[in-house]
């Protein structure tokens, strides 16, 4: 009975020691870890996210239930205290554990400023390269009201979809959330689910899209002066919105340019097309957006593909695999591509000469 | 069998363990498995050597050379007697030249040839005691350590990208058909490309009983099944992704089988089941070989669960 | 004085614990993904083991023996802790990379094992010095795989480039398997090397033998 006693008393003791000096320590020292994080979460990422911010000061109320997930809100100031932006701490589920970032949202126009990955533990190579800038730099300027879905509006990484979708959805409901605790209304976009299990098409480039004007002198370089025949005209031949006639600077009418559609594997191939009057042949073409699949029906944008139509006489057939050389693995967009272009040119000359 | 319960099992287990005749490899030497296989193995390499050209063949020299300067350094390291001449190191260095594109850097190949010998091979103790095929250990190696290096597909007679059929499979492209897939057109690593001479070497090898027809029949048959009640077309499936060279090739390979005809079909189906969920769910380019260096993992387990439990019992 | 030299050296490599005894194996395959990470990782553990070690040398007549591995880890989690704390604060970014693995010294058995089978049993000195050989040793072994684990997975060492432009990543060599296949040739080579020392001392052994008997 002593005995075991003795060995109570002396565990006992040994914990309470052992507590008491844990406690002390973390007291010690909590502080000085709390006041770093949040050092490090002002210097790091909110200065990153909202680089034009002077101060930030701490946001503490708000509307409601602060959102879930997210914990630290502050709002960015400039040199005169104006608000001039959100920046807020929030993590997402990746696919090894939380992706903790920092993103930073302008209430003013309702876009995300930008956002940065403060810490996660994906896989090295795969997962971690949501780190890099090609992957982050896609939510710079992003309107609120965009889904943000890898797929749909933001390019995922390869072999990293878990954390690339985890990353972009975790962002757009983040900051919609945050702003509305803060008292702005944000609505939130109806996200249509791609369809399962048709494959997720690539979407078209989210860059300012090209239009016929861009391009015009890069089709008919001879060129001097454009003038536009007319919008949706009628008569004019079906798909063909646009056509330009082209002059040299005798006032002679030497080349025509149009815009036109072809149905490609992924949707509409929007494309210019150049032709030289005289010769009747084609000057060049041009793609001026797309939704076909990257890597293989997106290659139509090649110039190897896209060269073999200059000079191309327009009584030539235009099919893949006789008189033009269509794109391994992308029989559909580049048969779309050919075919339009010559029965399209063809018609556009009928109905200028008439 | 007291032997096998002592504390020694694992991967010794294959020399320890007696089991009920008929010993298959009993009446074939080392020798003539070697010299059977690499002639069923010279239809592929000269189809290969057709199509690519140069390119295949420094994928081939580089792979058997590193393979046999590495079975050479390693024997002299360890003081063994130099069993180079046997020739299984070159069968492992041209299996490993057909996992491979053709267009895979030099020092990648030369590095999956030692790394499948020294790591694959000789650190199991050599010829016969490997658990794992050499081969397989080499190409997982290289398959993650540079993915990007290894799925770049070329087509033949050109220098040009192309899409391997998975990747279309993946991305919903119009899919090569049956014709083009035999005759070498589509493919990714070199082995898809030879189809035709694969099956006819692994038929060689299966007439002369080298390779114990369970493992293919078995492996072919769950591919077949899996990829039927998933809806797709099993025939595409079974022309692909290189069943064929792992079939005959790789998981046919009679070191790394289990030791009872039960156990090789059982073997066999395994690969089979593991690569249509890995290709299927994963669509992991590498899903053959990650099916059978997990199936060769549980050989083992599978020896002690499938062993005929005495002389004339079912087997 | 040649007994706590002998402690240090011993530690160091004769029974390094990792290369040699195999002991406390999850750290030198788990953080060891760069060289920093595994110095740090080394230096913590080493942290802890002279700390324990001390103080369970100090307390060793006043533990009863039935309850003294209790008393032993409860001694060890407290330095641990501390340590833990300590990074956090002066260290994030270490702190960061390490994570979990950093409460789990814990429950490296390098660390009771000193305890039960040297700290408990000998002289205080003498288990400093014990501690401070076995942890170098540790720290040495962590900071070399994590070296090649770096040079090849990422081209650096300790953060700087290393590798040229045409270099490509091992990208193996960072994930999991990279730290088995480093930590395997290391004790391959190591092994090899202590072979072939025997056999000479063996060889020189006998030939001493005949000599003698020649003589005699």
New interface residues.
Partial sequence: MRDALKLVLTLGLVTAISGGVLGLFYNYTMPIVEARQMTDMIEKGFKGVLPEAHTFRSVENGQGEKPEGVTEIYEGLDQGGQRIGIAFETAAQGFEGPIVMAVGVDPGTETVVGIKIMSHTETPGMGARIEEESFTNQFQHKSLADPFMVGSDIDGITAATISSKAVAGTVGEKSRQVLNYLGYDVETPVIQEPVEPEPVEEPAETEEPLTIDMVLEELLPQAQEFTQLGEGQAGMPGDVTVIYEAFDDQGQRTGLAFETIAQGYGGDITMAVGIDVASETLAGIKILSHSETQGLGSRIEEPDFLEQFRGKSLSDPFAIGEDVDGITAATISSEAVAGTVGTKARQVLDYVSH | MAVAKSKGEGIYQLTLISSPPPHIHAAISVDRIVHMTIASLLPGVIWLLYLFGWQALRVMVLAVGAAILTEMAVMK?RGKENTVYDGTAVVTGLILAFTLPPTA?SWIVVLGAVIAIA?GKQ?FGGTGCNPFNPAIVGRV?LG????T?LNVWI?PHSS?T??SPL??W?????LPDYGEILAGTAGSFMGEFAFVALLLGGLILILRGYVDWRVPVGLFGAVAVFMACLGQDPLWHLLTGGVVLGAFYLAGDPVTNPITPWGRLVFGIGVGLCFGIIRYYGQDPDALFFAILLMNGLVPLLNRFLRSRRRGAAA | MQKYLDDIVRGLFRENPTFRMLIGMCPPLAVTTSAVSGLIMGLATTAVLICSSTLISVLKSLIPKQVRIPVFIVIIATFVTMIDLILAALVPDVHKVLGLFVPLIVVNCLILGRAEAFASRMPVSRSITDALGMGLGFTWALTFIGCIRELLGAGTLFGATIMGESFVNWQIMQLPPGAFFTMGLIVFTLNLIGNHRARNVQKAARKQIQVVGKEG
């Fill in positions: 390291l850097p790591l650190v190696f993650v350590a540079f993915p290096q087509g040009e192309i899409a990747e279309l993946v991305a919903g492209e119009a």
